[in-house]
């Protein structure tokens, strides 16, 4: 069975990191050190016979839009998240406006809507968090620019491309990085994260959208309209669009996860430069 490779949760490697993607295809492998051991090193085969896809994570595609070099070698899956924060919250990410222009530069390069997940993630409620925030009802801000990204991505013609949301997890750095950055975010309650998820679900309808949700299976359980289990690498999706690959649950992920096998060549030791105050993958540096 061909491997998947995810590019990768640990890192923007798309925005960041984009020549050496490059020079790894290249070598047709790459070696890394194991997140946990780092004195272990393994080494992933990235020749285009050996690879099934290879699924892209960033929040600034500009890079594989204005070349994609040795990508065109290979199936690509588009993990884009764009959420239409402030920069006070995601300080280096493009603008809303920036995002759905290169997203509509990468659908007329040709890609096709299915091999897109938007990735209106994650969410949180905060005044200093939005462009245009809602002081006396802050979670309604956050509910229009869901409402204007689901009418961009109908004009662009992306009715079947997924969209994927899900609730903040408050670890405990990532609290501390808020409170730090002075983010004034507002914590629900699971009921009160239900109700506000059964929103989204009306907007969502107004344009025949479902809604997947990262690890968040109680709004599933909850019989929420059109929110369903979210697998942002999901095999059914990657098997219709580039043939047969593994349907196997990725036993390096969380229970909630669904996603199925992929090897990771990201390293933390490769920060993110888009500094977001919430961000899970790289408290150290923000």
């Not at 924060?85 to 300080?91: A, C, D, G, M, T």
């Not at 013609?157 to 950055?181: Q, V």
Request: glycine share 6%; net charge positive; proline share 6%.
């Amino acid at each position: 069975m061909k491997t998947i490779i995810s590019a990768s949760r640990r890192t923007d490697i798309p925005a960041f990191y984009y020549e050496w993607l490059q020079e790894c295809l290249k070598n047709r492998s790459v070696t890394l050190a194991n997140p946990l051991y780092p004195e272990k090193k393994y080494t992933v085969d990235l020749s285009p016979d050996n690879v099934h896809s290879i699924v892209l994570w960033s929040k600034n595609f500009i890079n594989v839009l204005k070349d994609p070099k040795l990508l065109k070698d290979y199936n690509l899956y588009f993990q884009y998240t764009i959420t239409g924060y402030s920069r006070v919250l995601e300080p280096n990410v493009p603008p809303y406006e920036k995002s759905i222009e290169i997203l509509k530069g990468l659908l007329d390069k040709g890609y096709k809507p299915e091999q897109f997940n938007i990735r209106f993630d994650p969410i949180l409620l905060s005044t200093k968090g939005e462009v245009k925030p809602n002081y006396e009802k802050p979670g309604l801000a956050r509910l229009e620019m869901f409402e204007r990204l689901c009418s961009d991505l109908k004009s662009l013609g992306m009715d079947n491309c997924r969209l994927t949301t899900s609730y903040i997890s408050m670890y405990g750095h990532t609290e501390k990085n808020l409170n730090k950055a002075g983010i004034d975010y507002i914590s629900l309650s699971e009921d009160a994260q239900i109700k506000f998820m059964k929103k989204m679900s009306e907007i969502a309808q107004k344009y025949n959208r479902d809604i997947y949700t990262c690890a968040n299976d109680r709004f599933v359980k909850a019989g929420i309209p059109n929110i369903k289990k979210g697998h942002c690498i999901d095999g059914d999706v990657l098997e219709g669009l580039f043939g047969k690959c593994t349907k196997s649950k990725d036993p390096a992920q969380r229970t909630e996860c669904g996603c199925i096998k992929s090897r990771d060549i990201g390293q933390y030791t490769q920060p993110c430069k888009h500094a977001c105050r919430y961000c899970y993958a790289n408290p150290a540096k923000i």
